[in-house]
C-alpha cells in the first residue's frame, strides 16, 4: 500500500519508462509519414490534397476509436489493453512498407490511427495508477513529455533511413520497435496492486461510462483537449512541410530544425508537472497553482503568427518551439485536471472521450490547412486559429468547470 508519503517503488518507475517508450514508438510512426511526404509525393504523385484526405482519415480513425479505447483500458486493464493496442499499431506502421497505391496507405494509416488510441488513455491511467497524489503531475508529465522525445528522434532517425535504405524500410524499422517494445512489456512483472488513487482519495461510486456523457465536467476536458489537440496535429502533420517550403530544406536538412523545436516541446512537457506546484505555494491551493499555469502557457502561444513573419530559420524554430513547448506544458494540466476530478475507474474513459475529441478537431484542422494550401492559400489562417485556441481553451477550464451529480467529486 501507498500512502501520500511513500516513495514510488523501482518497478513503478520501470512501468512508467515503458509507457514513456511505447508513447516514443506511437508517434515515431505517426510522424513518419509528414517527414516522408516529399519522397512519397515525388515517387507515387501524390498532391497536397492527397496527402490531406490520408493524414485526416488517420484522424478520423483514431477520433472515433478514442470513443472505444478508453473503455477498453478501463475494461481490460492496462497490461492487456497496452499490449494488444502496440501489436495491432506496430504491424499497421509496418504494412506501409509495402502499400504501393494511395488507397493501400489509406488502410495501413485507418487501422494505425484506430489502434494508437489505445496509447493516450493506456499511458496516463498507468501513470495515474503507479503514483500517489505527491508524485502524480510529474508522472503526468513525463509521460506527456514522450511524444515531443519521439518527434525529436523521428526526424533525426528516418531521413538518415530513408536516405540509406529507402523509404519502405523506414517504415518497417519503426514498425518492428513496437515488436521489441511489446517482449520488454510482457517481461516485466507487474504490481499486484498499484496505486490505488481511489483508496488515498475515497470515491462512493464510480459512474458508467454512459453517464460520463452527460457530465458537464467530462465536456470541460474534451472541449479543452479539442481546442488544444488542433493546434498539436496541425503542427506535427504540416510544420515539416511549412520549413521545407518556406526555406527551401530538403530531407536531410529539415530533421534537426524539427527536433530541436521537439526538444523544446518536451521541456514544456516536464514544466507542466512542476510549474502548478511551485504557483500553487503562492495562490494558495494546487487548482489554482494549475490554472495559473496554464494561463502563462496559453499566453505563450500568442506569438506564433511571427513565424510568418521572420526570414531566419532558428528564430522559426524558437517561436515554433516555445509554442509547442506551451501546448505540452498546457496538455499535461488538462490531464492533471481529469486526473484530479474524476476516479482512476473510468479515467481512461474520460480520456479517451477527450481524444475522441481532439482528433475531429484535429481532422477538420489539417482537412482545412489542405484546402487552403491546394487553392493557393498560405499558413497565416491557421496560425491565428492557433495562436488563439489556448486562451478559449483556458477559459472553458476556468469558468466551466461545476461539481455535478453525476460526476463524484475528488478531494
Known sequence: MVTHSTKPAGRSWLILSLAFLATVINYADRQIIALLKPLLQADLGWTDGDYAKLVSAFQLSAALAFLGAGWFVDKVGVRRGYAWGVAVWSAAGAAHAFAVSLGQFMVARVVLGASEAVNTPAAVKTAVELFGTRHRSMAIGIVNAAPNVGAVLTPLLVPVLAIT???????????????????????????????????????????SWWSLLRSRQTWVVAVAKALADQVWWFLLFWMPDFLTKRFHLDLSHVGVPVASIYLMAALGSLSGGWLPGVLA?????????????????????????????????????????????????????????????????????????????????????????????????????MFLISATSYLVAWVVLHYFPRTSSVIPHRG
Not at 494546487?286 to 499555469?293: E, F, L, Q, S, Y
Open 281 to 381: 505555494k503562492r495562490a494558495g491551493s494546487p487548482a489554482a497553482g494549475r490554472k495559473r499555469a496554464m494561463l502563462i502557457y496559453a499566453l505563450l502561444v500568442t506569438p506564433l503568427p511571427l513565424a510568418l513573419l521572420s526570414h531566419d530559420l532558428w528564430m522559426v524554430v524558437f517561436i515554433l518551439g516555445v509554442a509547442l513547448a506551451a501546448h505540452q506544458g498546457f496538455s499535461t494540466n488538462i490531464f492533471g485536471f481529469a486526473a484530479d476530478t474524476f476516479p482512476t475507474g473510468v479515467l481512461a474513459s474520460v480520456i479517451g472521450i477527450g481524444a475522441f475529441l481532439g482528433n475531429l478537431a484535429g481532422m477538420a484542422m489539417l482537412a482545412f490547412t489542405g484546402w487552403v494550401l491546394h487553392r493557393g492559400g498560405g499558413y497565416l489562417p
Open 165 to 207: 535504405f529507402g523509404w519502405r524500410k523506414a517504415f518497417l524499422f519503426t514498425g518492428l520497435a513496437g515488436f521489441v517494445w511489446l517482449a520488454c512489456w510482457l517481461l516485466v512483472k507487474q504490481p499486484r496492486s498499484a496505486v490505488a488513487v481511489e483508496q488515498l482519495n475515497p470515491i462512493v461510486a464510480v459512474p
